[in-house]
């Protein structure tokens, strides 16, 4: 991403570079950042209760619910900001939430 002078925004910008009210011009997603860093509570993938109904992945605000070829992977920590909607949209108990020990 960049600010609206077209300086890349990443961990060393300073707050000088950031456009007035941290407003950036263009879309984007946390992709490029380690967003997972904020959690405090974390999901936990039970592989053996999952049914591969795939519920859990659309809800997931942050994308970190990989699917690939039709089954569910292990969570993106990197992106995964402990927000527990998949959780909740899990009917069949396969995912745990804990405190994050990070």
Not at 26 to 42: I, L, P, Q, V, Y
Not at 73 to 102: L, N, R, S, T, Y
Request: proline share 6%; glycine share 8%; aromatic share 8%.
């Amino acid at each position: 991403m960049r600010n609206k002078e077209g300086k890349i925004i990443n961990e060393s910008i300073t707050w000088k570079d950031i456009t007035p009210g941290g407003v950036i011009y263009e879309s984007g997603s946390a992709e490029n950042f380690n967003t997972g860093d904020w959690r405090s509570m974390k999901p936990v993938f039970k592989v053996d209760k999952c049914k591969q109904c795939l519920l859990c992945a659309p809800v997931c605000p942050d994308s970190s619910i990989p699917v690939k070829d039709g089954v569910r992977g292990e969570f993106d920590f990197k992106h995964c900001k402990g927000c527990g909607i998949c959780v909740k949209a899990c009917p069949f108990d396969a995912i745990d939430f804990i405190k994050d020990e990070k």
